[in-house]
């Protein structure tokens, strides 16, 4: 096969300030280099999950490198991240290299056994992170170069059928078999080597690469056989997170006029300023322009734009009325406030029908330059106005400063577009109601496609209203595979859990080929929260699954739509999810040992921001959000720990609205 492209990614907080730190970067490149393959990008970022995540996202997604290595973090330090950020990118876990690595350093030193790789596919790119030391990188290096391991797999990656190799082994396989008949024929003890070639292979070629393991049951299978426990990983709230994020990509970027309805974007573009601002000397205050330099206080002729040329110098004794923001006439340097002024004559105005001035007093003397913004004071020609992932907000600074340097259109990142539905045969539509068949019993309001079309739209994003889908299979498909066709994500509530009619992850995996990157999440409400991507012809699109009692899905949509939501509208990593603050509550709340995100109404009071508890917190009593504002994010219930936090504790609280004010 043809050389290997290897990118390397060193990641160490001394290294990223100080390159001349990093040991292990230019070792790996060295081996590589000696090994015959190739090494043209490199980079070193500091022990932070989301720079690690945004380096190797874009360089699989940019397909820049068929291996990519990284080195450092990988132990039990404080600082130790890198098995945390890479762990939600993978698509296809290697196992089988994480072994050899571990099993390589183990025969050097016991102490290996605390360091923690992750390896695996991310598109199409091999990724194997190692330790941070010279020593075990070469290590490493040469347990996966010097054997072909890492040439086999990338050519498996590309689409090869390894047929090198199969050869190879085929042929040590014909001599270890023959060595074995001669040393059995001679009456000598054998050794027979097994290689178990872990690759299955038709037609002489690989598949193409394949979504993780169906975890889901077969919805055409009888209830009997359904799943008793949820096969699903119960992760953690901060994996759920950054998965979302190292998963979703902004959208690609559009030219949009800067008018008001450019809030809520995200410019995919720095805005410089094209020509100095202001062009020329301006005045900041109404008054009147003169010569500094000759207008001491008296009695001066006053001109106007009407009786004076433009481009005309001033001439002695006059002065000349101007407002803010107005350029000052040739001939003038300073400009007298209007304050500093008396009338002391007046003439008829042009039209005839009343008065002007003809004559005022200068009650002061003002100096060169007094009252008057220079040019380019406010901003120079190539200044950075504002940069790219600024949001434009709804409260116009953004839009000001735009329009502030010239700027009629600007380049932004789409937002995205959001499909929405219900699952159900129980529900009835609030504004179309249809019977349900039963015995009397008259069915439930769909509670939460009205509020998270409620949020949607108050956020500014458009949707699509898919409606409510009942419980069968042909309906999921169709309604999913509408939304995947018209929207940006697609976003659904109900059948996530343990029922027999819970239908959605079947359809995700089995009749869409979609990834379920997580099914549960260690948190209340929201446990069976399920995201998701399915690959269209326009790229990987998100599914979120959100549990159907309407507090879960109100809280999960905060939690986790949001940002994904974010996230593809261009919003940088670091800001996607909502801000939040320290409160002081006062009700006590019970703890679980989830993280539970309990609804609270936050106050700004005298002494500080206050978190009011909003009753009763069942999931499916979606009052307990009616005039909520934030979230607070409880600490999990322990062995030796408190059962409740009590009236008057500190806590974080998620900010899902305006905050009120009561003093």
């Not at 990118?89 to 072994?99: C, D, K, N, T």
């Not at 009593?621 to 994010?633: D, K, Y």
Request: include cysteine; charged fraction near 20%; glycine fraction near 10%.
């Amino acid at each position: 096969m043809s050389n290997i492209r290897v990118a390397i990614l060193t990641i160490s907080d001394t290294a990223s300030a100080d390159p001349s730190a990093d040991k292990s970067g230019p070792a790996i490149k060295q081996i590589i280099l000696d090994h015959g393959h190739a090494c043209d990008t490199t980079a070193i970022v500091p022990d932070d999950e989301l720079q690690i995540q945004e380096i190797v996202r874009s360089w699989a997604a940019d397909n820049v490198a068929d291996l990519i290595v990284t080195t450092g973090g990988t132990g039990f330090g404080r600082r130790d991240r890198t098995p945390e950020a890479i762990a939600p990118l993978i698509e296809r876990e290697a196992s089988g290299i994480v072994h050899l690595l571990l099993a390589t350093s183990l025969q050097q030193t016991p102490f290996a056994a605390l360091s923690r790789p992750i390896a695996g596919t991310i598109h199409n790119a091999l990724v194997v992170t190692l330790p941070g030391s010279v020593k075990a990188v070469s290590e490493n290096l040469q347990a996966l170069l010097g054997q072909g391991v890492a040439a086999h797999a990338v050519d498996l990656i590309r689409g090869g059928s390894g047929k090198d190799v199969h050869i190879g082994l085929a042929v040590a396989g014909s001599s270890s078999s023959k060595s074995e008949t001669s040393s059995t024929t001679s009456g000598s003890p054998s050794i027979q080597h097994h290689h178990h070639h872990h690759h299955h292979h038709a037609a002489g070629a690989h598949d193409p690469p394949q979504p993780r393991t169906t975890l889901s049951h077969d919805p055409s299978a009888p209830v009997s056989v359904r799943h008793r426990v949820s096969p699903y990983p119960l992760h953690s709230l901060e994996y759920a997170l950054n998965s979302i994020l190292a998963t979703v990509n902004p959208l690609p970027t559009q030219p949009l006029p800067v008018t008001p309805a450019l809030r809520g974007y995200v410019l995919a573009e720095d805005v410089f300023a094209p020509h100095d601002v202001p062009r020329s000397a301006t005045t900041n205050v109404d008054g009147y322009a003169v010569r500094s330099s000759d207008t001491p206080p008296g009695v001066y002729k006053v001109l106007t734009p009407q009786t004076l040329l433009n481009g005309t110098p001033v001439p002695k004794g006059h002065i000349y009325r101007i407002n803010t923001g107005a350029p000052l006439p040739a001939g003038t340097d300073a400009v007298l406030m209007v304050e500093d002024t008396r009338l002391h004559s007046t003439k008829p105005d042009t039209a005839g029908d009343g008065e002007e001035e003809e004559e005022v007093e200068a009650l002061a003397q003002v100096v060169n330059a007094e009252n008057v913004r220079k040019p380019g004071s406010d901003a120079k020609q190539g200044d950075l106005a504002l940069e790219k992932g600024t949001v434009v907000h709804a409260h116009g600074g953004e839009i000001g400063t735009l329009a502030f340097v010239g700027r009629t259109t600007v380049e932004v990142y789409k937002k995205p577009v959001v499909a929405v539905l219900s699952t159900g045969n129980e529900l009835l539509d609030l504004q179309a109601p249809e019977k349900v068949e039963g015995d009397g019993w008259g069915g439930i309001w769909d509670t939460n496609r009205p509020s998270l079309l409620a949020a949607l739209q108050g956020l500014g994003y458009e949707v699509v209203d898919l409606g409510i889908v009942p419980d069968n299979l042909e309906s999921h498909i169709r309604a999913l595979k509408r939304g995947l066709n018209e929207a940006d994500l697609v976003l659904t509530t109900g059948g996530t859990s343990m029922g027999a009619s819970d239908l959605l992850k079947p359809v995700i995996e089995r009749h869409l080929n979609g990834t379920i990157h997580f099914g549960r999440v260690k948190m209340k409400p929201g446990k069976p929260t399920t995201f998701a991507t399915v690959l269209t012809s326009k790229g990987r699109v998100p599914i979120f699954a959100l549990p159907g009692n309407p507090a879960s899905a109100l809280v999960t949509f905060h939690v986790f739509v949001l940002p994904a939501l974010r996230r593809l509208g261009g919003w940088p990593a670091g800001r996607c999810q909502l801000p939040r603050v320290r409160v002081k509550i006062q009700h006590p709340m019970p703890l679980d040992p989830r993280v539970e995100f309990h609804r609270v109404i936050i106050r700004a009071e005298e002494d500080g921001l206050k978190a009011y508890s909003t009753g009763g917190q069942r999931s499916s009593r979606v009052a307990s959000l009616a005039g909520a504002n934030g979230l607070v994010a409880l600490p999990v219930l322990t062995d030796s720990g408190p059962k409740e936090l009590a009236a008057g504790e500190f806590a974080d609280a998620i900010v899902i609205g305006e905050l009120h004010a009561r003093f």
